[in-house]
């Protein structure tokens, strides 16, 4: 299987990277919307909480969070100073995950103190996965578009899908395998 040039595909030149192939990770400033949401039919648990997106974070360093929304059903904060880090050994996972029908940012948040404070952002789909298995909560948010070839152009550089490996067949000689004995 030759692999699929995903610059061509989404876009040339990201401001963010240049393209040399010495670049071995690459950031990007994130700030994460969460949700509180009202549940009317849950006498045990009133609200939840959800990640509801991601933007490319612009406010200064060490600026907290935000309340963006707030009425009776839903409340939705701003949580600038997080940052999407791409390696290359997470290269197959930002593959998968372009190569999907809906890329998406997971979001691994935690609540301290009854507060909810997302954690960490990845744009890996091996990498949210693992998270959503350990019993972490992971939210997938869609990928913003102007992330798209800035991801692209990392996997380009630094995925090499493994060559297919030859189909064995079982032969007449092969004795005491496949459900064979003499």
Request: aromatic share 10%; charged share 25%; net charge negative.
């Amino acid at each position: 299987m030759i692999p699929i040039e995903l610059s061509v595909l989404l876009g040339q030149n990201h401001p963010m990277t240049t393209r040399t192939d010495d670049i071995t990770a690459a950031f990007y400033p994130i700030a994460v919307i969460m949700e509180r949401v009202m549940q009317v039919n849950n006498r045990w648990q009133p609200f939840r909480w959800q990640a509801r997106g991601v933007i490319r974070d612009i406010f200064p360093a060490g600026s907290g969070e935000s309340v963006m929304v707030r009425d009776e059903q839903q409340m939705q904060v701003l949580f600038p100073g997080l940052g999407l880090k791409l390696t290359r050994e997470e290269a197959e996972g930002y593959y998968l995950n372009l190569t999907s029908p809906e890329p998406k940012v997971f979001v691994l948040w935690r609540v301290h103190d009854e507060r909810v404070r997302p954690e960490f952002v990845t744009v890996s789909y091996n990498e949210g996965t693992r998270w959503a298995d350990s019993g972490e909560s992971v939210d997938g948010v869609p990928l913003p578009v102007e992330l798209l070839p800035w991801v692209g152009e990392f996997v380009d550089l630094h995925y090499k899908p493994e060559p297919r490996k030859p189909k064995k067949y079982a032969s007449s000689r092969d004795k005491g395998r496949m459900g064979r004995t003499e």
